[in-house]
């Protein structure tokens, strides 16, 4: 699978993929996926960290600011917390067909936790 391009709708907070699927001896097809920035945050790679992640949580209103390429590494997707991860053609791949049990793991998880998707809203005293 590869990524022909992008479109970010920042109104609807998604962002649909237009791949094609390399298959051989087939003539090459193109499909568009679509992923919330909220699954794409939440399911940010970390490949430098070897322990347990603790539960992404108040993402439910991040925003995707920019992808910018780095080459046979992948894409930068950039959020508007302060967030950026290199997301390869072949994990986009896994998070486009393992959408649906990822994220019901995900809602799951935050429930036993008690945490939230909703956005948190830091107030300080002056």
Wanted: proline share 2%; aromatic share 8%.
């Amino acid at each position: 699978m590869t990524v022909k391009h992008f479109i970010i709708n920042k109104t609807d907070k998604t962002l649909s993929l237009q791949v094609d699927l390399n298959q051989v001896k087939i003539k090459t097809q193109a499909k568009c996926y679509l992923l919330s920035f909220e699954y794409l945050r939440i399911s940010s790679p970390n490949a430098n960290s070897k322990k347990p992640q603790a539960i992404i949580s108040h993402k439910k209103q991040v925003q995707l600011l920019a992808i910018e390429s780095v080459g046979k590494h992948g894409y930068r997707f950039i959020f508007d917390d302060q967030h950026s991860a290199i997301y390869s053609d072949d994990y986009l791949k896994k998070l486009i067909t393992e959408q649906e049990v990822r994220w019901q793991a995900y809602l799951d998880e935050l429930k036993r936790s008690g945490h939230s998707r909703e956005a948190m809203i830091m107030i300080k005293e002056v």
